[in-house]
């Protein structure tokens, strides 16, 4: 096993310190269910997010060429984002993790709430 201990040679802690924001992996599989979808449409999906911070995390996943961005050259500018093969490839992944909480959330819900004093 690689010795991950040092913070800026850790592959691991950079990868998952990105898509561990409250929004990155929420955008992730909205994308990929509706396969291209326009800012506005992204936020009413997902709810509760600020246009600020669905802004910065789009940024974020862009920079990291998860998603990408298409803008078009009309009146007004209307821009889609999709995800790229890179970000196709992490889908199964995320779908795993998404899988793993929906089966075990009842009962770590319910051991939080024994441990509660």
Same mark, same amino acid.
């Given at each position: 096993?690689?010795?991950?201990?040092?913070?800026?040679?850790?592959?691991?802690?950079?990868? !998952? @310190?990105?898509?561990?924001?409250?929004?990155?992996?929420?955008? /992730? $599989?909205?994308?990929? &269910?509706?396969?291209?979808?326009?800012?506005?449409?992204?936020?009413?999906?997902?709810?509760?997010?600020?246009?600020?911070? !669905? @802004?910065?995390?789009?940024?974020?996943?862009?920079?990291?060429? /998860? $998603?990408?961005?298409? &803008?078009?050259?009309?009146?007004?500018?209307?821009?889609?984002?999709?995800?790229?093969?890179?970000?196709?490839?992490?889908?199964?992944?995320?779908?795993?993790?998404?899988?793993?909480?929906?089966?075990?959330?009842?009962?770590?819900?319910?051991?939080?709430?024994?441990?509660?004093?």
């Amino acid at each position: 096993m690689k010795n991950f201990h040092h913070a800026e040679n850790c592959p691991i802690r950079d990868i !998952l @310190s990105r898509l561990s924001s409250k929004w990155a992996m929420l955008i /992730l $599989i909205t994308l990929d &269910a509706n396969e291209v979808m326009r800012f506005n449409d992204l936020q009413k999906s997902i709810g509760d997010i600020s246009q600020r911070m !669905l @802004s910065v995390t789009l940024r974020t996943l862009e920079a990291d060429g /998860l $998603i990408g961005r298409k &803008a078009y050259p009309e009146i007004p500018p209307r821009v889609e984002y999709s995800l790229t093969p890179r970000g196709l490839s992490l889908i199964p992944y995320l779908e795993g993790l998404v899988g793993w909480a929906l089966a075990n959330m009842p009962q770590i819900m319910n051991e939080r709430e024994e441990k509660v004093v």
